[in-house]
Nanobody, 117 residues
Framework: QVQLVESGGGLVQAGGSLRLSCAAS????????MGWYRQAPGKQRALVATIGAGGSTNYADSVKGRFTISRDNAKNTVYLQMNSLKPEDTAVYYC???????????WGQGTQVTVSS
């Protein structure tokens, strides 16, 4: 069974940067597509970025050019580097894994990111 633990959230001023990490337990991490989602107060959970097992990436339009997703298979970890943060990036950020290879079916507990203006 795969477990995901996020870290790296916090409070930052607009224009600042944060790097989120997601550590995965279990084997076969390198086979999973991984993703970051976020949920702002009163809104539905939304895709931020994904990275495939082969390293291909995909981003929401709202974060393109500012956020970078990456993975280190040796460390069973996926990262989200967030630059030029805006107040509208404030949300709980969740790490997700596509363990079943169809949908993102395994989730972390979330980490709060707050961007002050």
């Amino acid at each position: 069974q795969v477990q995901l633990v996020e870290s790296g959230g916090g409070l930052v001023q607009a224009g600042g940067s944060l790097r989120l990490s997601c550590a995965a337990s279990g084997r076969a991490f390198s086979r999973f597509a991984m993703g970051w989602y976020r949920q702002a107060p009163g809104k539905q959970r939304a895709l931020v970025a994904t990275i495939g097992a082969g390293g291909s990436t995909n981003y929401a339009d709202s974060v393109k050019g500012r956020f970078t997703i990456s993975r280190d298979n040796a460390k069973n970890t996926v990262y989200l580097q967030m630059n030029s943060l805006k107040p509208e990036d404030t949300a709980v950020y969740y790490c997700a894994a596509k363990v079943g290879a169809v949908v993102f079916d395994t989730w972390g507990q979330g980490t709060q990111v707050t961007v002050s203006s």
